[in-house]
């Protein structure tokens, strides 16, 4: 049976109006690797095989088995397909993005003048290792909590007294409409909450807080007022890609050296709304009708890291390949603005956040390969590959101005609930005549949360043809055979409090949201020998 987590959705924002934690820095960190149509048909076995544009990400010297020049371009279609539950109603999405997992140039140089040293060649390539498109939407009626009841309870004081926020101290003035952001005093949504009047104060306290959506009974407790429709929906955009320079050698023609200098560049974007409309107006005694709030989320980040291979043939059609990576060194930074969209007492009111900015750096865990290939004559291939490397090694720091680390919680967590984890991928090749070749592969990407089974499993086909000019073409098609199973809520529990007593009257739990995605890739790789 699946292990499932039920966590909170980050869409109540923290204080500082964003919250970094170890899943960014795990997202970031994570590759799943494409390259060209050849090597992901193969499912990316290609660390001892080599010789494909694809391969230099996974291992430095496959460059060095190339005896010629050639040129690589691979354009990519990926589909995500998402499916939800929530208040037992069933949607599905899906979003589909055209995008590059591949461009490469390699130089092969023969070398007359040394008898051990066949060639040195130089590469230059790009090869996508992460695709972020993704697309959900649920809806549902709830009849006994509410996001704005969760807002109003998390800025109201607890039995200490804790927090002591006034509402005036959330207001937006015209001279200094900033001045509650940059306070930090509460969450972005609760100022926002509180400028588009869906959170009020009492009238005998101003720093208790009840929601838009809340009336308070005959015994004082805030209840909810009626049945609300709620929607949630978020659309994500981005990649990860390796910007490679690479050289490599040929001694003999059986030992290949490589190096890589790999420069990284991730761009994630995501755009998330919920919003609550209510059945019927007359429930509420504030006069709600509706309201939206709207997320954007922005992080670019670059990196470095360094590694070397080799690729070694033993023997007539045995190769055995390995390499290691240095950990990734990147530098984030984050950018995001909210809004929220009201509705109360025939009044529409619209209020947006200022734009919110933060740097920060990951260091993403050393990596090492390991693969064996066998080439049966000239009609068959058979490779297979071992990833290692320790997601519990994932470093998060602050800018660099920064003299405290203001992530060694998180880094904690990183170490307690992320693990060392092995990697498995298989790939043949079939040349059913000297111009055409049919291939397949599997690989199987361990999971890297002890508590959560984020494991992957992608089942991969292909074919290619090559002319006698040195043209070629390839086409390969993946697909996630697991799906991705995850339980969370939009909003946080809480607990309903009396206006008398001013105390906790009960818990309100709050639905949980059911999702499960998988994802396929189509990859056409056009290439040219020379």
């Known amino acids: 049976m699946k292990k499932f987590v039920i966590t909170t959705l980050v869409i109540l924002i923290a204080i500082s109006g964003l919250s970094q934690n170890r899943y960014d820095a795990l997202r970031y960190s994570t590759e799943y690797y494409q390259g060209t149509a050849r090597s992901m048909s ?4 290609m660390t001892a095989l080599g010789g494909d544009l694809g391969a230099i990400t996974l291992n430095p010297a496959a460059s060095g088995i190339f005896l010629h020049s050639e040129f690589t371009l691979t354009p990519s279609l990926f589909t995500s397909f998402v499916d939800t539950d929530y208040l037992d109603n069933k949607d599905q999405t899906n979003r589909t993005h055209f995008g590059l997992a591949n461009i490469g140039w390699v130089l092969s140089l023969p070398i007359k003048s040394l008898s051990e040293i066949k ?23 709830e009849t006994l909590s509410s996001f704005l009841g969760a807002e109003a309870s998390s800025i109201s004081p607890d039995v200490t007294g804790y927090p002591n926020i006034k509402g005036y101290n959330l207001t937006m003035t015209d001279d200094y409409p900033n001045r509650p952001y940059d306070n930090g005093i509460a969450p972005w949504s609760s100022i926002l909450g509180w400028n588009s ?12 807080f009840i929601g838009a959506t809340q009336n308070i009974d005959s015994n004082g407790d805030y209840v909810l007022g009626g049945p609300l ?26 030992l290949f050296i490589g190096a890589n200098l790999s420069i990284i560049d991730i761009y994630y974007h995501s755009s998330s709304s919920y919003s609550e409309k209510a059945k019927n107006i007359a429930n509420f005694d504030t006069g709600f009708e509706e309201f939206t709030y709207n997320q954007l989320l922005t992080t670019t980040a670059t990196g470095i890291k360094l590694s070397a291979g080799v690729i070694y043939f033993p023997i007539k059609g045995l190769r055995i390949g390995a390499s ?9 930074k984050d950018n995001w603005k909210n809004s929220m969209s009201s509705r109360i007492q025939n009044q529409d009111f619209n209020v947006t956040s200022p734009s919110g900015e933060y740097e920060y750096r990951v260091t993403s865990p050393f990596k090492y390969e390991i693969g064996l290939a066998y080439i049966l004559g000239k009609r068959a291939i058979i490779s297979l590959d071992y990833e290692g490397l320790d997601y519990s090694e994932i470093k998060m720091k602050g800018d660099k101005s920064i003299n405290i680390n203001p992530f060694e919680s ?5 170490s307690k ?4 984890v092995n990697n498995f991928r298989s790939g043949l090749e079939f040349r059913a005549t000297p111009n055409f070749s049919i291939r397949a592969g599997y690989a199987y990407y361990e999971q890297t949360d002890k508590t959560y089974d984020d494991s992957k499993q992608f089942g991969t086909i292909g074919i290619g043809y090559k002319t ?12 996630q055979l697991n799906k991705q199973n995850e339980l969370y809520t939009l909003y946080s529990g809480y607990a309903a409090e009396n206006e008398t007593t001013g105390q906790s009257a009960q818990y309100i739990s709050v639905p949980t949201l059911y999702e499960s995605s998988r994802f396929q890739k189509i990859l056409l790789t056009l290439g040219f020998r020379f």
Not at 410 to 414: A, F, K, T
């Open 468 to 479: 006698n000019n040195a043209f070629f073409i390839d086409l390969a098609y993946m697909y």
């Open 119 to 141: 060639n040195i060649n130089f590469a230059i390539v790009a090869n996508n290792t992460n695709d972020f498109t993704y697309k959900n939407y649920a809806h549902g009626t």
């Open 42 to 45: 193969m499912g990316n076995a």
């Open 197 to 208: 009047f869906m959170l009020d104060t009492l009238a005998s306290s101003d720093h208790r």
């Open 324 to 332: 290691v990576s240095t950990p990734t060194w990147l530098n984030l």
């Open 410 to 414: 998180e880094n904690d967590d990183i």
């Open 417 to 420: 609930d992320f693990q060392h």
């Open 229 to 254: 429709d709620q929607f949630y929906s978020r659309s994500i955009s981005g990649y990860n890609t390796n910007i490679t320079l690479n050289t490599s050698i040929n001694i003999l023609d059986k």
